[in-house]
């Protein structure tokens, strides 16, 4: 019998976790989290990561299983995910995916791109220019030499934006062009779900999002992880605002305005980025679960 994973995607605050939950107890099997920061043990309420409740609805893996200061990238996670997807295949014919980081789930679907070696001195020249000048004329570079990347990629983290710089002047060629170029095999097939609603939808959902966040604590979550703001695990929304408002830059009231603009731009590039996939099933969120297990059972049939 095929081996199937079925990986949950879109915006934050769109439901994949409870879908994700539904389809799991349906097909009585596990789930694999792609979500990059859920990774982290320290980072609980400003990511939206499941709650123990719904962890334990289900089996979950990759939740809460790093710390902040532990070196972990998407090439240890694809490496991990793999490994731990053939073992659950060895026990469930179906397994489920879910998580908002369209490169992780790239990296598990696809596999990663490869990419030319390029001089190290070039990262170091844009890292003191990063220092110097901060983010914006490295992002205004990107535009210029790679409009398609500047448009998908988390320009709000310097890291990607350095690496894919890196690339463009490296190579005299589009990080863009590098991508996809390649498929890997793997030992099972990829049905693919998207939840969406319109934009007022999700941007109305974000919102109360984060005032719950709040609600929960996040300040104080934020305010114990301030000493480690400088980790790249930490460039992330929710907590990079509140670290602008102890360091006196901000208001509370404004940073949490912050949040929620920036989450909202997050979800527009998370969209941007899982359209390209022409082959997902898109369902409004509100969408009853039947009619989605439905849509489910008849595609597993054909691949």
């Not at 939206?48 to 719904?54: F, K």
Request: charge should be positive; glycine fraction near 4%.
């Amino acid at each position: 019998m095929t081996k199937v994973l079925i990986s949950i995607v879109g915006p934050t605050a769109i439901g994949k976790t409870s879908l994700s939950i539904a389809l799991a107890n349906y097909f009585k099997t596990e789930i694999v989290s792609s979500d990059s920061r859920q990774f982290f043990k320290e980072m609980q309420i400003g990511t939206a990561a499941p709650t123990q409740e719904e962890l334990n609805a289900a089996p979950h893996h990759f939740i809460h299983h790093k710390s902040i200061v532990d070196d972990y990238n998407v090439g240890t996670f694809e490496k991990e995910a793999i490994e731990k997807l053939e073992k659950l295949f060895e026990k469930h014919h179906i397994v489920i995916m879910v998580g908002g980081s369209g490169l992780y789930v790239d990296a598990i679907t696809k596999g990663l791109d490869d990419f030319p070696k390029v001089d190290s001195n070039i990262r170091q020249k844009l890292k003191t220019q990063y220092d110097n000048e901060g983010l914006k004329p490295l992002q205004e570079q990107l535009e210029h030499l790679d409009l398609e990347t500047y448009k998908t990629i988390a320009l709000d983290n310097p890291h990607r934006v350095m690496r894919a710089l890196e690339i463009c002047i490296g190579t005299q060629q589009p990080y863009s062009s590098y991508l996809n170029k390649k498929k890997n095999k793997r030992p099972f097939k990829t049905l693919t779900i998207g939840l969406n609603a319109d934009r007022e939808t999700i941007y109305k959902r974000i919102n109360e999002r984060v005032d719950i966040m709040m609600e929960q604590s996040l300040l104080e979550e934020a305010k114990n992880l301030y000493k480690f703001k400088h980790l790249n695990s930490l460039n992330t929304v929710g907590y990079k605002e509140l670290f602008n408002y102890f360091n006196g830059e901000w208001t509370l009231e404004f940073a949490v305005s912050e949040i929620k603009k920036n989450s909202r731009r997050f979800a527009k590039r998370q969209l941007t980025w899982f359209k390209k996939n022409e082959d997902t099933i898109w369902f409004d969120y509100q969408a009853p679960i039947n009619t989605i297990i439905e849509a489910v059972n008849s595609k597993i049939k054909t691949l």
